[in-house]
């Protein structure tokens, strides 16, 4: 048990982090570096838990302490809480270990009140600053605490600024903002019950608790699920004396970054605000001016300002993303972070970084994101299309990519239709942080006011989807369900294309391409390879995919489905015909028509991979999935295989199943029609052996993969089929082909007694799709109706079949490593679920000692990232 719950800025440093949360741990550090930052203190996350554990409530021993830091920042800033003469404020910051943009809310200004402010606006001489800040106060206070909504006090500021016949905030006077103090304070009457708090100690642990509380509200909570951010971790909360960016136009507030977070060119980007505070900058309510003008408004403040963002950048070898107040024309640094950046920034920057001798290989391939890569992997525009195209309009390219989608107004509503697979273009008049889902849900996003630094364009970048936002010629209707833009009114489902990468808009659909993937990607996946231990493998069906994952760096397949090649018109009859066959003479007449089908297949799939292992698995699925339900299909069936109508209606009935997942499917099908699974061994190697006649520069091994096995003898009996084929084959060939025979480890049975499934198999991959299923018995297909209420509930954080669950899953898998090498010390082991794709899962399979991960085409190089940066993890 830790007794120690605060720290001062002094007496942390960057590298407490899990303690400090990362806001706490570099203002420490800052502070440590000597830069100018307002002093303060960091409550921890461990005192976070400890709220929550002690049922949301702050215990004493931890207000007590509390109590004597707020006494040492007195000390140290020669002001006091509540003070007439000399009031101490401050802000109210929250801080995760892992930045969490805009999830967590600050209070800016705590320790005003009445008394207070009318003080502070003598003292300063300025009473316009005075009543600006406490009504920013008591709007922030009542949002953030008690939970008021923002709107209502929106609402009491645009009718002052209408009944003064005013347009800005700036324009409003002294008078005026201590008006509407005074009707915001009478607004949080109404709403919350009780007078606005006016004791700074009470404000302060209000906001504490605000702080405590918003590490589980619900945009958190499902922001900490798309980021695998465990609930466990907490929040700090820093309480920092304030300093002003509003007192006048010698003061003013920004932010900035050390190189440009959309394409990586070096250099400092930002943008700022004079006379503003805070979120001013971001909230997208004034457009701000850019850096660069900062050098004509106050040249000395510029260079020290540049002077300090190149020693942060030193300092922590990575692009910095940093914010900033000037008060009185004094600079104070208020936060600093490792920058957001697109995956084209990111791999510019890790690469120039290197070049500029700063870091190593090995820290530019760790400190890639592997889930950015899906950004550049993206489609862009067809040139062609976008070249006779005509934008109607431009706004700032927020966030890089192409997006072609139908117009939707709200964020649930993009949630709603980009779930179904519609593609959307969120349009708004700036994002907030509760739009987050709509916003993971839709191809672009579109807004009407912010900077680059707007929530919009953060999260966008983040999240690697194109937005364009300050597009500021679009006009709402009052309704709220149509815009115009350019001359055009567009209401939902109106198409709309968005250019991230030139802040273009075209009220038109245009085609996307898929993306080239430039030299830096090259570079750091060249790296990444070097140190890689694993395997990447690849789940690809078809010659297509086969060649889109060599491209991308894969080294064999891992899954090839046989059952999708027979989806394809001219071979589902010949399908439909082998499973309605009554005897075995039928079955084989029918199955003889699907072998050269499936042995060209197999020819076109060896030939992609260029002699990288190809894992082929034999029929899976129910069969009744390929059955005809149209009448003419089964009126057309019947009449192919001479019975009646009636007779093919029986068999089709007679195929039912209550529980197709788990009825007659995978090597159940070889085990009742062994002459299944002797076909398609058949087609296997006889095109291995073609493919490798054609050549010999190249070693074929097929790997023939049983699935859904659990008992060993029933993978002994359809190996034996396997076997008996492939070697009379072979014997009758001249070529000496080699293959291998394995299963797919799938089923909780298997995985329990792997020692004995390892005698006949000579690789195990893990199937953890189906073992996801069948371990928690609830299938990937049904859980999405149930899940978010044990989102909510806290039962699960993550989606099993997203992210590999470590604990119940991975468990089976380990034990079936260990099992399985008991018996056979040189099995080969890979993984081909959905799970080899995620980075997370990734390194799970690295520490449990896998050979090889597979995984869809477009994951391969995210794959081949987080392989590195786990060998790297596990070095
Ligand atoms: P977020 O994590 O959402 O960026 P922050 O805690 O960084 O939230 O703060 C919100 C805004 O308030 C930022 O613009 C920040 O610079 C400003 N701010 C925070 N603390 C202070 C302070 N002590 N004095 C002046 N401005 C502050
Ligand atoms: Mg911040
Ligand atoms: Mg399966």
Not at 696 to 710: N, R
Request: glycine share 10%.
């Amino acid at each position: 048990m830790t007794d120690k719950y605060v720290y001062e800025f002094s007496e942390g440093d960057a590298s407490m982090k899990n303690l400090l949360g990362g806001k706490g741990a570099n203002l420490a550090e800052m502070t440590g570096l000597g830069m100018p930052v307002p002093q303060g203190f960091t409550i921890t996350t461990e005192a976070c838990t400890q709220y929550y554990a002690d049922g949301e409530q702050i215990n004493d021993a931890i207000q007590a302490e509390i109590l004597t830091y707020v006494g040492k920042l007195e000390g140290m800033t020669g002001k006091k809480f509540g003070d007439l003469d000399n009031p101490l404020l401050v802000s109210v910051r929250s801080g995760a270990r892992a930045s969490m943009p805009g999830m967590m809310d600050t209070i800016l200004n705590l320790g005003m009140n009445d008394e207070v402010a009318a003080r502070f606006a003598e003292k300063t001489n300025n009473p316009r600053f005075a009543y600006d800040s406490y009504r920013r106060f008591i709007q922030m206070y009542s949002d953030v605490v008690m939970e008021v909504g923002k709107s209502y006090f929106e609402k009491l500021i645009d009718e002052m600024k209408e009944e003064r016949g005013v347009k800005l905030d700036t324009e409003l006077t002294a008078e005026d903002l201590k008006e509407l103090a005074e009707k915001f304070k009478a607004q949080y009457k109404d709403k919350v019950g009780t007078d606005f708090p006016s004791d700074p100690v009470e404000q302060l642990f209000g906001a504490i608790k605000a702080v405590f509380r918003s590490w589980d509200n619900p945009r958190a909570v499902y922001y900490r699920r798309m980021n695998d951010i465990p609930g466990s971790w907490g929040t700090a909360v820093n309480v920092q004396s304030m300093v002003f960016g509003n007192t006048g136009d010698t003061s003013g507030t920004g932010v900035a970054f050390s190189r440009n977070p959309a394409t990586g060119e070096a250099g400092l980007f930002g943008e700022f605000l004079m006379n503003a505070q805070g979120e001013d900058v971001v909230a997208g309510i004034r457009t701000p001016e850019t850096i660069d003008q900062l050098k004509d408004e106050n040249p000395a403040v510029y260079a020290q300002f540049a002077d300090i963002v190149s020693s942060l950048e030193n300092h922590y070898a990575d692009m910095q993303d940093m914010e900033f107040t000037i008060e009185d024309g004094k600079l104070f640094m208020l936060q600093t972070r490792n920058g957001k950046r697109t995956a084209a920034a990111a791999f510019k920057i890790a690469c120039d970084l290197v070049d500029e001798g700063k870091i190593t290989p090995e820290k530019a391939v760790a400190m890639i994101d592997p889930k950015q890569i899906d950004a550049l992997l993206h489609p862009q525009f067809d040139g062609a299309e976008l070249k006779a195209a005509t934008p109607i309009g431009k706004g700032l390219p927020a966030s890089p990519g192409a997006a072609c989608g139908k117009v939707s107004f709200t964020a649930e509503d993009a949630a709603a239709r980009g779930k179904t697979g519609e593609p959307v273009i969120l349009v708004r008049l700036e994002t907030t942080p509760e739009d987050i889902e709509g916003m993971h849900h839709s191809q672009g996003i579109l807004t009407a006011r912010g900077g680059m630094t707007s929530h919009a364009a953060v999260v966008a970048r983040g999240m690697g989807t194109c937005c364009v936002s300050g597009l500021g010629d679009v006009t709402f209707a009052a309704d709220g369900k149509s815009f115009s833009l350019g001359g055009q009114t567009f209401t939902e489902n109106d198409w709309l294309s968005l250019d991230g990468s030139t802040g273009n808009v075209y009220g038109q659909q245009i085609a996307t391409v898929p993306a080239e993937i430039g030299g830096y990607f090259g570079r750091i996946m060249e790296w990444a390879d070097q140190y890689r231990t694993m395997n990447v493998r690849t789940n690809a069906d078809t010659p297509a995919d086969a060649r889109q994952a060599r491209e991308f760096g894969a080294e064999g397949i891992g899954l090839c489905r046989t059952e999708h090649m027979f989806f394809e018109t001219d071979r589902i009859a010949a399908i439909r015909e082998m499973i309605v066959s009554k005897t075995v003479e039928q079955r084989e007449a029918a199955l003889a028509k699907l072998l050269p089908m499936q042995r060209g297949d197999f020819e076109g799939i060896y030939e992609a991979m260029e002699g990288f292992p190809v894992t082929i698995r034999l029929l899976d699925p129910p069969l009744h999935e390929f059955l005809p339900t149209d009448e003419d299909d089964i009126v057309a069936l019947a009449a192919d295989m001479n019975i009646s109508v009636d007779e093919l209606k029986n068999v089709i009935a007679s195929l039912h199943e209550f529980n197709p997942m788990m009825g007659h499917r995978g090597c159940r099908l070889d085990v009742t029609y062994p002459e299944i699974g002797a076909m398609q061994t058949r087609a296997i190697i006889e095109a291995a052996i073609n493919v490798q006649k054609a050549h010999p520069e190249w070693k074929i091994v097929p790997e023939i993969m049983i699935p859904l096995v659990g008992e060993v003898k029933e993978l002994a009996f359809v190996k034996k089929i396997i076997t008996d084929t492939a070697d009379a084959i072979i014997a009758d060939s001249d070529v000496a082909l080699e293959y291998k025979v394995g299963t797919m480890i799938e089923i909780p049975r298997a995985a329990i007694t792997a020692d004995e499934i390892a005698k006949e198999a000579e690789f195990f991959s893990f199937g953890t799709n189906d073992l996801t299923q069948m371990t928690f018995g609830f299938s990937r297909d049904d859980a999405g109706k149930f899940l978010d209420a044990y989102y909510d509930k806290k039962i699960y954080e993550n989606d099993p079949f997203a992210r590999l669950d470590q604990d119940g899953v991975g468990k089976l898998v380990k034990t079936a490593v260990e099992l399985g090498k008991s018996t056979r010390p040189d099995i080969k082991l890979g993984i081909c679920g959905e799970h080899g794709g995620d980075p997370s899962s990734i390194e799970f399979c690295q520490k449990v000692g896998l050979n090889y991960v597979s995984c869809s085409p477009f994951r391969v190089p995210i794959a081949r990232l987080a392989a590195a940066q786990s060998a790297l993890n596990n070095k």
